[in-house]
């Protein structure tokens, strides 16, 4: 397999798709034998136009939806049928394209609700809450207001920070800056960027390709439910094939 | 003569609503957290006040020490039939319109149950408090009315607390507002579905042991009545909002009371109806209804 190149150069592989097709309703094929291989420490950003099944392969790697054919493997074991809430128990943590909080709870309850997996150990859960609020100040200073109060980029951040809570060692995120003002959008990909350094993997689905090649360190392009290509940063940079390929197909300039 | 009246039902509505209250609070926890449309509802309120009427029967024991045994009780009956239905419905392509139909049935077959081992007849807990009646005013008030409304009440504030303040009642709350989500912070939603199926059958049916003192009659075909009743007090609450529910109820149960003053019997069981509608046209999302954070 092509992906497993990188994997064989040292880049331990932490989290992938294996040969993987999804359908719903049985007849409709989202993914189509798709591989896919986070490495760990790494942020590995998949791209590609709608319908190209980004946010599927993302899902998929959650346990949100059941291959038909391949494995779901997370250190070397195949998380096939296992239900997603199993999956943060061992360290995948899923940011959603769609608002993920809930509204009417509190800031502080939703981030306790993001230390639903280790909720009994108090001292844990506080020293979890005190480093979101020195990392979010602004969480800290709206922890008793609803999370339905909070602006779009402060409720992403908070998404962000619940996600974090469970000081996972995958982290998935879908579109994390769609629907944000362009400050915060750098202030959130300064965020990811920033993530590897924690010893924190990162799966990344992003529809703006640049600022994702510019964040990535490695970079899936899907195309229909399959493998299009991949390859590391340096193939996003200069006048590279893959850059081209991007370039026609999505009708974007990068540049 | 009419302000004593009035006040009479006042206060006999806020008993009744606080009861309608928990039904309804009950059924919109099934219906938020799992989109299941508990049409057996009543029937599990009614199985409480048999439940009830048999411990006392048998055993003499006080009505009110015969709460937590029906609540233990009826939360395992709860998560039993969580287990054998709902995770099958949910498969489906349209579980609200399966589970409505599917516990039509699972109320019909409750009724043809209870009307086996109880028979037709209407029958009533002969349990008498002493005094009967507390005068006050120029109000009388049965003592069983204000025993019913305390531990109403009681049920209420623990309800309110589990809820509101612990870390399993805010995943509940969660689970309303957002199943999915709810999901991606680890929690096991099928375990807490069934929990949450267990804790309404059980507030249902404890419920009904309150009923049992209040209403001096019940039958094995009283369940729809209190189905329709849950029904009208979770629109008018907001759906999904366990709280809303309760304030519901008791807006309800005062209409509902007030209006037999004012209007022949015939025409007062419209007036919690009319109050459906005017709620439905007026304020669609409920009195405490929210549009959903998206």
């Given at each position: 397999?092509?992906?497993?190149?990188?994997?064989?150069?040292?880049?331990?592989?932490?989290?992938?798709?294996?040969?993987?097709?999804?359908?719903?309703?049985?007849?409709?094929?989202?993914?189509?034998?798709?591989?896919?291989?986070?490495?760990?420490?790494?942020?590995?950003?998949?791209?590609?136009?709608?319908?190209?099944?980004?946010?599927?392969?993302?899902?998929?790697?959650?346990?949100?939806?059941?291959?038909?054919?391949?494995?779901?493997?997370?250190?070397?074991?195949?998380?096939?049928?296992?239900?997603?809430?199993?999956?943060?128990?061992?360290?995948?943590?899923?940011?959603?394209?769609?608002?993920?909080?809930?509204?009417?709870?509190?800031?502080?309850?939703?981030?306790?609700?993001?230390?639903?997996?280790?909720?009994?150990?108090?001292?844990?859960?506080?020293?979890?809450?005190?480093?979101?609020?020195?990392?979010?100040?602004?969480?800290?200073?709206?922890?008793?207001?609803?999370?339905?109060?909070?602006?779009?980029?402060?409720?992403?951040?908070?998404?962000?920070?619940?996600?974090?809570?469970?000081?996972?060692?995958?982290?998935?995120?879908?579109?994390?800056?769609?629907?944000?003002?362009?400050?915060?959008?750098?202030?959130?990909?300064?965020?990811?960027?920033?993530?590897?350094?924690?010893?924190?993997?990162?799966?990344?689905?992003?529809?703006?390709?640049?600022?994702?090649?510019?964040?990535?360190?490695?970079?899936?392009?899907?195309?229909?439910?399959?493998?299009?290509?991949?390859?590391?940063?340096?193939?996003?940079?200069?006048?590279?094939?893959?850059?081209?390929?991007?370039?026609?197909?999505?009708?974007?300039?990068?540049? | 003569?009419?302000?004593?009246?009035?006040?009479?039902a006042l206060v006999t509505g806020l008993i009744l609503g606080a009861?309608?209250?928990?039904?309804?609070?009950?059924?919109?926890?099934?219906?938020?957290?799992?989109?299941?449309?508990?049409?057996?509802?009543?029937?599990?309120?009614?199985?409480?006040?048999?439940?009830?009427?048999?411990?006392?029967?048998?055993?003499?024991?006080?009505?009110?020490?015969?709460?937590?045994?029906?609540?233990?009780?009826?939360?395992?009956?709860?998560?039993?039939?969580?287990?054998?239905?709902?995770?099958?419905?949910?498969?489906?392509?349209?579980?609200?319109?399966?589970?409505?139909?599917?516990?039509?049935?699972?109320?019909?077959?409750?009724?043809?149950?209870?009307?086996?081992?109880?028979?037709?007849?209407?029958?009533?807990?002969?349990?008498?408090?002493?005094?009967?009646?507390?005068?006050?005013?120029?109000?009388?008030?049965?003592?069983?009315h204000?025993?019913?409304l305390?531990?109403g009440v009681?049920?209420?504030?623990?309800?309110?607390?589990?809820?509101?303040?612990?870390?399993?009642?805010?995943?509940?709350?969660?689970?309303?507002?957002?199943?999915?989500?709810?999901?991606?912070?680890?929690?096991?939603?099928?375990?807490?579905?069934?929990?949450?199926?267990?804790?309404?059958?059980?507030?249902?049916?404890?419920?009904?042991?309150?009923?049992?003192?209040?209403?001096?009659?019940?039958?094995?075909?009283?369940?729809?009545?209190?189905?329709?009743?849950?029904?009208?007090?979770?629109?008018?609450?907001?759906?999904?909002?366990?709280?809303?529910?309760?304030?519901?109820g008791i807006?309800?149960g005062i209409?509902?009371q007030?209006?037999?003053?004012?209007?022949?019997?015939?025409?007062?069981?419209?007036?919690?109806?009319?109050?459906?509608?005017?709620?439905?046209?007026?304020?669609?999302?409920?009195?405490?209804?929210?549009?959903?954070?998206?």
């Open positions: 397999m092509a992906n497993t190149t990188r994997a064989a150069a040292g880049e331990e592989v932490i989290l992938g798709l294996e040969d993987v097709s999804v359908s719903y309703h049985g007849d409709i094929t989202i993914l189509d034998h798709v591989n896919i291989s986070a490495r760990k420490g790494m942020v590995t950003g998949i791209i590609g136009p709608n319908g190209a099944g980004k946010s599927t392969a993302l899902k998929t790697l959650y346990g949100f939806l059941k291959p038909s054919t391949g494995h779901i493997r997370y250190k070397g074991e195949s998380l096939n049928g296992k239900p997603p809430y199993t999956f943060i128990e061992r360290g995948i943590a899923f940011v959603p394209q769609n608002r993920s909080l809930f509204g009417d709870l509190s800031v502080q309850d939703n981030l306790l609700l993001g230390c639903w997996v280790f909720r009994n150990d108090a001292v844990r859960v506080k020293r979890v809450l005190d480093s979101a609020y020195a990392q979010f100040p602004i969480l800290g200073d709206k922890r008793h207001d609803p999370a339905s109060s909070l602006s779009g980029g402060q409720q992403r951040f908070l998404e962000l920070a619940r996600a974090l809570a469970l000081e996972p060692e995958v982290v998935l995120l879908d579109e994390p800056t769609a629907m944000i003002a362009p400050k915060l959008s750098r202030e959130i990909y300064d965020f990811i960027k920033a993530l590897p350094e924690k010893g924190i993997t990162v799966v990344l689905v992003d529809q703006n390709v640049r600022q994702c090649a510019a964040v990535s360190d490695y970079l899936y392009v899907l195309e229909l439910g399959r493998n299009k290509a991949e390859g590391g940063k340096e193939m996003f940079e200069g006048d590279s094939a893959l850059h081209k390929l991007i370039a026609e197909w999505l009708e974007y300039k990068i540049d | 003569m009419m302000t004593t009246l009035l006040i009479q009861l309608y209250g928990l039904i309804g609070c009950s059924l919109t926890i099934i219906y938020g957290t799992m989109r299941i449309v508990n049409f057996s509802h009543g029937e599990f309120v009614v199985a409480g006040c048999f439940a009830v009427l048999m411990f006392f029967t048998a055993t003499g024991l006080h009505p009110l020490l015969s709460i937590p045994l029906v609540f233990v009780a009826f939360f395992l009956v709860g998560m039993c039939l969580y287990y054998l239905f709902v995770p099958r419905l949910n498969r489906g392509d349209d579980p609200e319109v399966a589970s409505f139909l599917t516990f039509y049935g699972v109320s019909l077959m409750a009724g043809a149950i209870l009307l086996y081992f109880f028979q037709a007849d209407t029958r009533s807990l002969n349990y008498v408090f002493t005094p009967s009646v507390y005068k006050i005013g120029h109000v009388f008030i049965p003592t069983a204000i025993v019913a305390a531990t009681a049920i209420i504030a623990a309800l309110t607390w589990f809820l509101y303040r612990t870390i399993y009642g805010k995943a509940l709350r969660a689970a309303i507002m957002n199943r999915d989500a709810i999901q991606i912070v680890g929690v096991n939603i099928n375990t807490l579905s069934a929990l949450a199926f267990g804790l309404a059958i059980a507030i249902a049916a404890s419920t009904g042991v309150l009923l049992a003192l209040v209403f001096p009659a019940f039958g094995p075909f009283s369940g729809m009545d209190y189905t329709l009743v849950g029904f009208v007090v979770i629109v008018l609450g907001g759906l999904g909002h366990p709280i809303g529910a309760i304030i519901g807006v309800f209409a509902e007030v209006a037999i003053v004012f209007l022949p019997q015939s025409l007062s069981q419209a007036v919690g109806f009319i109050i459906l509608i005017a709620a439905i046209t007026l304020r669609p999302s409920g009195l405490f209804g929210k549009v959903a954070l998206r």
